[in-house]
């Protein structure tokens, strides 16, 4: 169930995304929106204002990145049909998340759920066939301080706190499966390119992965695709992440990346509890 | 349908993991990666007459410097401890968490999971600290998440008492030869 709602003083969030140096498309999508029903006391002469504490709404942040595959134009299809979906089902469909019944936390991740399945089945549907374009999804849901999450495939989520980098996502390759039960050594899958290849994808086999994390103020949020973290490396990321303000770090990052190598489209989506 | 919100509480590598692993998705994975935040899992099971759907937060686990977070096993129907049976520092702090777990979620159905059957050799927990934990209100119970030895049946008692149902002979036999 969910932990009190509590607002931070205010969520800075930037999202940017760069085609990098060598791909002619940018096949990578993303998107952030808030959700609030407010109730505003404009003006007031009652000696309690404690009522203000009653009638707050909490807001919800949405934050999506996804990175298409197959073939430029499928892939560059796949990852805005994903994200189109998955803004569409919530805006239509997440009346629950005006009201954060700490009751129904789970109705609540079944909505997310059920954003990223809308987005496989339309995926599906304008395609018809196995090995058709697919895409990464990963997708956070903030209300404040939880962060809940829904992920798919290989773009990855982080959150910084006291300079501690720490990756909230697995990623979904099938280097990673078969490294996982032992059916093969890192090297081999390396060597082979397995981690290459999804074992889940949004309009390919999907098999989403939910969970949550608290945060705490001062608290950074990152999500991206891999063509951040191929060219970027930990450390990195920590120092531009630490300071300033979202869309500092978020720019930071893509011209990191593109300094790096820039092989592949890069996007970032970063947000900071102040 | 009922749901049910079961907590995966421990140590870090103890296996709380792999046990959700091999209970959903019947698979086993020797490589270690530590949870972070708490990864959740589902499983619809019959209990009885009713049908029950586990909700199994998967949270990271304690470490010297990180206690778990009180928010995650707020709301909690019960918790499935986790300790390593090659590790007794694991089996030292289930008292202590199971205190932190109370604090958070209340007196709710819990049980031990003395995780890692397989590997006898390295095995450290004897009859007395069994003992001691059952005498301290646990049921205890000896799995493996890589043979799957003990892993249904800890999931299925638990799902049964989180019902309220009184544990049968059987199930109550299976608690006993942990010890």
Redesign the interface.
């Known amino acids: ?3 009190e709602v509590q607002a931070p003083a205010r969520v800075d969030i930037a999202g940017l995304s760069h085609p990098g140096k060598v791909r002619a498309a940018n096949e990578d999508h993303f998107a952030i929106m808030t959700m609030r029903k407010s109730v505003e006391l404009v003006a007031t002469n009652l000696q309690d204002t404690t009522v203000l504490d009653r009638i707050r709404r909490p807001e919800a942040h949405i934050l999506v990145v996804a990175d298409g595959v197959g073939g430029a134009s499928g892939g560059q299809l796949a990852s805005g049909l994903a994200v189109r979906s998955v803004v569409e089902y919530l805006a239509e469909a997440i009346g629950c998340a005006q009201d954060f019944d ?2 129904h ?2 109705t609540f ?1 079944e909505h997310l759920s059920r954003a990223v399945e809308r987005g496989h089945e339309r995926l599906r549907e304008m395609f018809q066939v196995q090995g058709g374009p697919a895409t990464t999804l990963t997708m956070v849901t903030l209300v404040w ?3 809940y ?1 829904v992920h798919v495939g290989d773009s990855r989520g982080y959150y910084l706190r006291h300079g501690r980098l ?3 996502t ?1 990623d979904q390759t099938m280097g990673d499966y078969l ?4 059916a093969v050594t890192s090297q081999h899958a390396e060597k082979a390119g397995l981690y290459n290849v999804l074992s889940s994808a949004v309009g390919g086999d999907l098999v989403p ?6 945060l705490a103020e001062g608290d950074a949020l990152l999500l991206c695709t891999d063509g951040l973290t191929k060219h970027v490396p930990d450390e990195e990321i920590v120092r531009m992440l630490s300071s300033g303000p979202a869309k500092a770090a978020a720019e930071s990052m893509i011209d990191a990346a593109l300094a790096g190598g820039g092989t592949d489209n890069v996007t970032v989506v970063v947000a900071k509890a102040e | 349908m009922i ?1 049910k ?1 079961i907590c995966m509480v421990g140590m870090y590598g103890t296996g709380k993991t792999s046990l959700v692993q091999r209970y959903v998705h019947s ?5 270690y ?1 530590s949870t ?6 589902r499983k619809t099971v019959e209990v009885g007459n009713e049908t029950v759907n586990l ?1 199994l937060w998967d949270v990271e686990g304690r470490t010297d410097d990180q206690d778990i ?1 009180a ?2 096993l ?2 909690a129907h019960a918790m499935f401890f986790v300790a390593d049976g090659t590790r007794r520092d694991t089996v030292d702090q289930l008292f202590d968490l199971r205190d932190h777990a109370r604090d958070a979620a209340g007196d709710v159905p819990s049980i031990v999971a003395l995780n890692k059957a397989d590997l006898q050799d390295q095995w450290v927990v004897g009859a007395q600290e069994t003992s001691k934990l059952i005498s301290g209100g646990f049921h205890v119970l000896k799995t493996s998440a890589k043979s799957g030895e003990g892993v249904e049946d800890s999931f299925k008692w638990l799902a049964k008492a989180t019902l309220g149902s009184p544990p049968s002979a059987t199930d109550n036999q299976q608690v006993r030869n942990a010890r």
């Open positions: 169930m969910l932990a700490v009751d936390e789970q991740l301080p939880r962060a999450v720490r990756q909230f697995r490294v996982d039960i032992g992965s939910v969970g949550v994390v608290d | 749901q919100k698979i086993f994975s020797a490589k990666h972070v935040g708490v990864k959740i899992d909700l977070p928010s995650y707020r709301g």
